[in-house]
């Protein structure tokens, strides 16, 4: 019996290793998975994508996680589908950032993005979440492309304000999937849905 991960974000590790933040149907918990670029997709087949549920025949678990055997892409989440498992999900911030021992992973509902900004060449972003201001690096693989591919263009601070205004509207929900490391005390966004 195989084992079904629903892809939630993919963040670049270095030139050609991602991880992964799978949640783990088997084991009802979210998780990270360490591929190479072709283990995500080769020759035109793609094996994870965002909001997919791929089939792995075994994971070799350890701090990172890392698929066995098999793997074949089984179905996709509709837009409806996931929002209503981030719904479900989604836990308090100041709870998931004061358990120091036990999650490295928590999806939070996001009330309103205060900006998309710069900050030592790095993308971040402000936001609140349960009454709480939070402001953190966004690891998010599309986003950071995004970034890079744009960032000497001069519409893209006005792009970043569009988007901002996107996240605010009040027809559509917003969520981060956050990653603790624990050993330098930082948290960051590994995975940003507006759904």
């Given amino acids: 019996m195989g084992r079904d991960l629903l892809t939630l974000a993919i963040s670049q590790y270095n030139n ?5 933040i799978c949640y783990d149907q088997l084991k009802i918990r979210l998780l990270s998975i360490e591929l190479h670029r ?13 909001g997919s549920v791929t089939e792995v025949e075994d994971l070799r678990e350890v701090d990172i996680s890392y698929p066995v055997g098999e793997k074949k892409l089984k179905s996709r989440f509709t837009r409806e589908q996931l929002k209503k498992f981030f719904e ?12 120091k021992n036990i999650e490295k992973y928590a999806i939070i509902k996001i009330s309103l993005v205060e900006d998309f900004y710069i900050k030592d060449h790095k993308l971040r972003l402000k936001f609140w979440t349960s009454g709480v201001r939070n402001d953190y690096l966004v690891k998010d693989d599309r986003w950071v492309n995004y970034y890079q591919n744009n960032c000497t263009n001069s519409e893209f601070l006005k792009k970043l304000n569009n988007y901002k205004n996107l996240f605010n509207h009040k027809q559509r929900s917003a969520f981060a999937i956050l990653y603790k490391f624990q050993d330098y005390d930082a948290v960051w966004i590994a995975g940003l849905h507006l759904l």
């Fill in 16 to 20: 050609h290793e991602y991880i992964l």
């Fill in 88 to 99: 479900r999900e989604k836990v308090n911030i100041e709870a998931f950032k004061l358990n």
């Fill in 38 to 50: 072709n283990e995500i997709e080769s020759n035109g087949d793609i094996y994870f994508d965002l």
